[in-house]
């Protein structure tokens, strides 16, 4: 039956527009925004997902801070106990030299005094960002310097926790107080001086050893997290982000089926003129 009051043809092309329209300019906004998935109206369960993940992200960016900044505080220190190192070599040399006999031993005393001031000096000034590892405190009340290193999440919706990898404070305030060594007069107060020397130096290797096994490990922290953080991206993009390729195809897709859709509506509204025919 063909009514001039209802046309069904028109009302059903209508529609079939209408849906079109919406798909294109999904696929328009999709396009020019480069997001998917830009609105929890989108996909409320993909957007919820990619929201937490962009949060962990902000915090894994943070944290890569904080590895930078532990990792230049202990550079400083090991820095630094190499130098006494080297320091604690050269009064070495000079107390196996003042074991002869025809030797000016109050010279070298004096020059081993020099000496024991530089790494005095050293200790001191081996501090980043008020930070000194080589001290008996990190920061004057501390012994441990804790560097945020991991966000820990059990579950898509557990609390967050952070790791702390801690660098313990070397002491040398009061395990390297060269005053105590043996101070030369003579060569037999050089055997003594000797053995306090040795002592000396094998903990300073021990430090320096210690420090820089604590640089390697947050440098290889450091990587891990900006990996991680690379991937979490890369994550969040798969889920979220428009594929170009797809969006273009389905675009001009989208844009054929307009034309049809309003070529078809055309010719249902035209219908109801053929009814004139029938009073001729």
Same mark, same amino acid.
């Given at each position: 039956?063909?009514?001039?009051?209802?046309?069904?043809?028109?009302?059903?092309?209508?529609?079939?527009?209408?849906?079109?329209?919406?798909?294109?300019?999904?696929?328009?906004?999709?396009?020019?925004?480069?997001?998917?998935?830009?609105?929890?109206?989108?996909?409320?369960?993909?957007?919820?997902?990619?929201?937490?993940?962009?949060? *962990?992200?902000?915090?894994?960016?943070?944290? &890569?801070?904080?590895?930078? !900044? #532990?990792?230049? =505080?202990? %550079? $400083?220190?090991?820095?630094?106990?190499?130098?006494?190192?080297?320091?604690?070599?050269?009064?070495?040399?000079?107390?196996?030299?003042?074991?002869?006999?025809?030797?000016?031993?109050?010279?070298?005393?004096?020059?081993?005094?020099?000496?024991?001031?530089?790494?005095?000096?050293?200790?001191?000034?081996?501090?980043?960002?008020?930070?000194?590892?080589?001290?008996?405190?990190?920061?004057?009340?501390?012994?441990?310097?804790?560097?945020?290193?991991?966000?820990?999440?059990?579950?898509?919706?557990?609390?967050?926790?952070?790791?702390?990898?801690?660098?313990?404070?070397? *002491?040398?305030?009061?395990?390297?107080?060269? &005053?105590?060594?043996?101070? !030369? #007069?003579?060569? =037999?107060? %050089? $055997?003594?001086?000797?053995?306090?020397?040795?002592?000396?130096?094998?903990?300073?290797?021990?430090?320096?050893?210690?420090?820089?096994?604590?640089?390697?490990?947050?440098?290889?922290?450091?990587?891990?997290?900006?990996?991680?953080?690379?991937?979490?991206?890369?994550?969040?993009?798969?889920?979220?982000?428009?594929?170009?390729?797809?969006?273009?195809?389905?675009?001009?897709?989208?844009?054929?089926?307009?034309?049809?859709?309003?070529?078809?509506?055309?010719?249902?509204?035209?219908?109801?003129?053929?009814?004139?025919?029938?009073?001729?």
């Amino acid at each position: 039956m063909t009514s001039i009051l209802t046309n069904n043809g028109a009302m059903v092309a209508l529609q079939t527009l209408q849906s079109v329209n919406n798909s294109l300019t999904d696929a328009q906004n999709e396009i020019s925004t480069g997001k998917r998935v830009g609105s929890a109206s989108d996909n409320a369960a993909v957007w919820a997902i990619s929201k937490t993940m962009e949060s *962990d992200i902000a915090g894994f960016n943070a944290i &890569s801070e904080s590895l930078a !900044i #532990g990792e230049a =505080t202990v %550079a $400083v220190a090991s820095a630094g106990a190499e130098q006494i190192v080297d320091k604690l070599i050269e009064i070495k040399e000079l107390i196996v030299s003042a074991q002869s006999e025809n030797v000016d031993h109050t010279k070298i005393q004096l020059d081993i005094d020099k000496k024991s001031d530089q790494v005095a000096a050293i200790m001191a000034a081996a501090q980043f960002n008020g930070v000194n590892l080589l001290l008996d405190t990190v920061d004057g009340t501390e012994t441990k310097l804790g560097v945020l290193a991991s966000l820990d999440r059990v579950g898509p919706t557990g609390t967050p926790v952070g790791t702390k990898i801690e660098i313990d404070a070397l *002491d040398f305030t009061n395990t390297l107080d060269l &005053s105590t060594m043996q101070t !030369i #007069g003579d060569s =037999t107060d %050089a $055997v003594q001086a000797l053995i306090d020397i040795e002592v000396f130096l094998a903990l300073a290797i021990t430090g320096a050893a210690q420090l820089g096994s604590d640089s390697a490990r947050l440098k290889d922290q450091g990587e891990f997290v900006s990996k991680l953080t690379d991937s979490m991206k890369m994550g969040v993009s798969s889920m979220t982000d428009t594929d170009m390729e797809e969006a273009s195809a389905r675009l001009k897709a989208l844009q054929t089926q307009q034309q049809l859709a309003v070529q078809s509506l055309s010719i249902a509204n035209s219908a109801p003129e053929t009814l004139m025919t029938l009073f001729r």
